[in-house]
């Protein structure tokens, strides 16, 4: 077995939603300050001229007793098949690390402001990459539909 990985959080996300919740990020505008003992606003240059950047983030208000290593029927709902955790996107991941491709609205010193990211108030980022579309899928998506059913109310405003 491999030796555990430390990751050290770049930032963190400041956002109006404090609580773990699912489908209130629609429309949602959260900021990101990158950690000033670390970085100086170089570090950002040039992030500004690209749309969109995936930010990848660590879910810091789990339980260890929250965490799936199995299957179980996303969000619950028995209507839905029974998958491995690996075949969705639950927070309750062993790894604990979130991803969002998210819209870029601005970067302005340390901090960097975006559309859309799923992670709460508080939540330590890892990393941010810019979105550069050759890296998207390339060829035809499959999804099953009961995923595309989940992810029809997720982006819903917050209220």
């Not at 290593?69 to 996303?74: E, G």
């Not at 029974?82 to 790894?95: D, N, W, Y």
């Amino acid at each position: 077995m491999p030796s555990p990985i430390t990751l050290t959080a770049i930032g963190t996300v400041h956002s109006e939603i404090r609580e773990p919740l699912d489908e209130v990020f629609g429309g949602l505008t959260a900021r990101i300050e990158l950690d000033p003992a670390r970085f100086k606003p170089d570090s950002l240059k040039g992030l500004g001229e690209f749309s969109h950047v995936e930010v990848f983030f660590y879910f810091h208000q789990l339980d260890d007793s929250h965490i799936v290593y199995t299957t179980r029927h996303p969000r619950n709902r028995p209507d839905w098949p029974e998958v491995g955790i690996f075949a969705q996107r639950a927070r309750a991941r062993p790894s604990r690390i979130g991803s969002t491709v998210c819209r870029l609205v601005s970067v302005e010193g340390l901090a960097v402001t975006v559309e859309d990211l799923d992670a709460i108030d508080g939540t330590p980022v890892l990393d941010i990459k810019p979105w550069m579309s050759v890296m998207g899928p390339r060829g035809p998506v499959r999804e099953p539909a009961w995923a595309r059913e989940l992810m029809t109310t997720y982006w819903r405003p917050a209220k």
